[in-house]
């Protein structure tokens, strides 16, 4: 559906309402309205949360602001420039947090439907004039968010042997996320989410828009409610730098699939958390030091979960996977095929994925995009252009892998775009971990003298 100038939805509105969460049965209900339609996502929380965290100030606060976050799966239907909020009163920096979630967060769906909403949403909601909320407790305890592939559970390694203890958490666990969990052997927290299907049904016909949401801010408010029911001190997550480059320009901006991955993200949520429980809940990305290369070389320290992860998302959609854990297709396995492969033995990178991913032609066009030598950034959940091209260079020179069919096809351009100093050059600053980021001091100098 294309859209011009004058055809901006100016007269439609997006309508959050007040949700409600009932301890009892820990059923938490988040009712929207779109124009004339009304939908109703549903959340079940584990049963047993405290009446008293229940009702406080600060889970409302909370509740709210999760409401306007999921909100954005209804809202995508139509992309109006109206959204209102008339029963959640927000601060200036909460209205300026949901905003960027509805603009940045939804960048990639803007940038492939072709709709210009940047800068041009508004958000009417009461005013809460109140910016820091007093201090919650908390007790002293972690909340590890796990999505069933290398990055959560190189986390679980990391905390785990600089003893820390976690509990696994994870909204609609499926597949990889179930079997890694049981093989971390922690209780873990899940949560059930129920979108609700009258929008995903209407996201299939015409007239309306339908595309990728921010799903890492709907995971995290969701984790956040948690924290305050169950009592959790921290969340943390597994974001990579890498996920901080985008995609392509757009409306006057860069769109990042992954953009609620993202430090600039990790920032405004971690003080919308800090704020409404007065800096009691922290949130951080435990791997936000690492490049996903290095990620990867991080990974093999340990081969407990080689039967069980995947971090190909065809695993996770709502319906769930019929197909393999990994599929082989797709960028994702690509790139993550291509980023073990310089730290990890060949048999062992051949078992986990049942098969030589460097090897098949037909996979050349993709890997070519991966590394930057023709089309775009694919739109998938991988890590920079640089640092594809660094790990193809790595394999030029490895014994394993230097005569793989696709190894050898690309080379020549690949020296030729990015010439070898600067490949070389690349790779050592995949490996040079980042100081740019957000882990406590004491944990931090932790992990950095285990993770050598
Ligand atoms: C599993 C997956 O990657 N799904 C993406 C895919 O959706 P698809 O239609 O193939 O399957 P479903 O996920 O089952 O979705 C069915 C419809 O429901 C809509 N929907 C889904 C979840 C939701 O929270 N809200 C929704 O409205 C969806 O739009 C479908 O119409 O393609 C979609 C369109 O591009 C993507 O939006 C789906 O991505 C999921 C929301 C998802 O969970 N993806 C994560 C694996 C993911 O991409 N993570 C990124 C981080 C993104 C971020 O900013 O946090 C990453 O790991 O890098
Ligand atoms: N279903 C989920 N429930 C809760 N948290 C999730 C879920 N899926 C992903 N996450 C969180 O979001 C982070 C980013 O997801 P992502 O898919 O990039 O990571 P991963 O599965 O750990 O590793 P990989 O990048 O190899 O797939 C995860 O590390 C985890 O912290």
């Not at 929207?32 to 100030?57: C, H, I, K």
């Amino acid at each position: 559906m294309e859209e011009t100038a004058s055809e901006l939805p100016v007269t439609e509105t997006f309508r959050i309402d007040r949700p409600s969460f009932d301890p009892a049965t820990g059923e938490a209900r988040f009712p929207y309205r779109l124009n004339d339609l009304a939908f109703t996502e549903v959340l079940t929380l584990p049963r047993g949360a405290g009446t008293a965290a229940a009702g406080s100030p600060a889970f409302a606060k909370l509740l709210g602001l999760t409401a306007l976050v999921l909100g954005v799966s209804y809202f995508k239907l139509r992309a109006p420039l109206d959204i209102t909020a008339p029963d959640i009163p927000l601060t200036a920096a909460e209205r300026a947090f949901v905003i960027d979630v509805y603009e940045n967060g939804l960048g990639e769906f803007y940038a492939r439907n072709e709709l210009t909403r940047f800068g041009k949403l508004t958000l009417t909601a009461p005013d809460d004039a109140e910016e820091r909320k007093p201090a919650l407790d908390l007790p002293d305890r972690t909340l590890l968010p796990i999505g069933g592939g290398k990055d959560s559970l190189v986390s679980v390694d990391l905390l785990t042997h600089t003893g820390v203890d976690f509990t696994p958490f994870a909204v609609n666990p499926k597949g990889p996320i179930l079997s890694s969990v049981e093989a971390i052997g922690t209780p873990p927290l899940y949560v059930t989410r129920v979108l609700d299907p009258e929008m995903i049904r209407l996201g299939k016909e015409a007239g309306y828009y339908n595309g990728h949401v921010p799903s890492t801010a709907i995971n995290s408010m969701i984790a956040a409610l948690c924290a305050l029911l169950y009592g959790y001190s921290q969340i943390v997550l597994s974001n990579e730098r890498s996920a901080s480059e985008g995609n392509v320009m757009f409306d006057g901006r860069e769109t990042n699939h992954q953009y609620s991955k993202s430090l600039g993200f990790e920032l405004l949520i971690a003080d919308t958390l800090a704020n409404a429980t007065g800096g009691a809940l922290k949130y951080f990305s435990l791997l936000r030091p690492y490049s996903e290369a290095r990620i990867a070389s991080l990974f093999t320290h340990s081969d407990k979960f080689d039967a069980v992860f995947s971090s190909c998302n065809r695993n996770f959609r709502l319906t769930g996977n019929d197909g393999p854990l990994w599929c082989g297709e797709c960028p994702k396995c690509h790139f993550v095929f291509l980023i073990f492969a310089p730290f990890m033995a060949k048999d062992r990178l051949l078992r986990i994925f049942g098969k030589n991913l460097l090897d098949e032609p037909a996979n050349e066009q993709s890997f070519r995009e991966l590394a930057g030598l023709t089309g775009q950034k694919p739109w998938e959940c991988v890590g920079e252009i640089l640092e594809a091209a660094a790990c193809f260079y790595t394999l030029t020179r490895h014994a394993d892998w230097h005569e793989a069919r696709i190894v050898s096809a690309i080379k020549p351009d690949l020296f030729a775009q990015y010439g070898e100093e600067k490949l070389q050059l690349a790779m050592a600053e995949c490996l040079t971990d980042s100081r740019d980021h957000h882990i406590p001091p004491a944990l931090a100098a932790k992990v950095a003298a285990y993770a050598v």
